[in-house]
């Protein structure tokens, strides 16, 4: 049990583009999604924390209008990267917590943003 | 504001024992938790400690001392596929969500 899936696994776009990244629990009810971000040998930087149904919490220094979050169900949150620039080019791991699942959260597999 | 502390990396042979260790300074504390994330990949989940003390699991324990806002991750009977990075995380106290993430400590394993 708690499986955490993303899509995509990796994604190559063009500066200016928009991307959008979908996290999903596959066998438990997500009442918390996290979205990190992770750079080549540093650690995980969160990014923000979603719970389902209300506006997502950014942490500081990250734009809310340049990564927008939507929670839209126990199951689905989706990170939308708008306008993207090189230096957004990163690993974006989504998290997920569960009622009656234990203390941690669960990792999805990682999305792999390169943005020429 | 919150510091946690690790090596930045560590080698170790194959067969052997390694132990991790994790220091933290935060201004509330509910739980100590240990990931592993190979290369790549995204952080899978090893342990949590919240209570002094050691929490066995198969060839991984745990380690925590509160009083001195220190943890260690103990590996024995080292395998190649060991080789990854360990990350110690403390949640905070206020809010249940909050995960604050060391910089992680890069194992090798030699043969």
């Known amino acids: 049990g708690a499986v955490v899936s993303q899509h995509p696994s990796w994604v190559i776009c063009k500066s200016g583009t928009s991307v959008k990244i979908e996290c999903r629990s596959l066998?438990?009810?997500?009442?918390?999604m996290f979205w990190y971000r992770q750079f080549p040998k540093q650690s995980l930087m969160l990014m923000a924390t979603?719970?389902?149904?209300?506006?997502?919490?950014?942490e500081q220094g990250v734009e809310k209008d340049k990564f927008l979050i939507n929670h839209a169900s126990l199951t689905l949150s989706t990170l939308t990267v708008t306008s993207a620039h090189p230096e957004d080019s990163s690993f974006y791991i989504c998290?997920?917590?569960?009622?009656?699942?234990?203390?941690?959260?669960?990792f999805g597999p990682g999305t792999r943003l390169l943005v020429l | 504001g919150q510091n946690i502390d690790q090596p930045t990396e560590m080698t170790a042979t194959e067969g052997a024992i390694v132990q991790i260790n994790c220091t933290y300074q935060?201004?509330?504390?509910?739980?100590l938790f240990w990931y592993q994330q190979h290369a790549g990949e995204a952080p899978t989940f090893l342990s949590y400690?919240?209570?002094?003390g050691l929490e066995e699991k198969g060839r991984f324990s745990s380690f925590l001392s509160r009083s001195k806002g220190y943890s260690y991750l103990l590996l024995k009977e080292l395998q190649m596929k060991d080789s990854a990075s360990y990350l110690c995380?403390?949640?905070?106290?206020?809010?249940?969500?909050?995960?604050?993430f060391g910089s992680g400590t890069k194992l090798n394993v030699k043969p």
């Open positions: 998290s997920a917590r569960g009622l009656a699942m234990g203390e941690t959260q669960y």
């Open positions: 066998d438990f009810q997500a009442t918390t």
């Open positions: 979603s719970n389902e149904g209300s506006k997502a919490t950014y």
């Open positions: 935060t201004s509330g504390f509910n739980g």
């Open positions: 400690n919240v209570l002094d």
């Open positions: 995380a403390v949640r905070d106290l206020y809010n249940f969500n909050k995960f604050y």
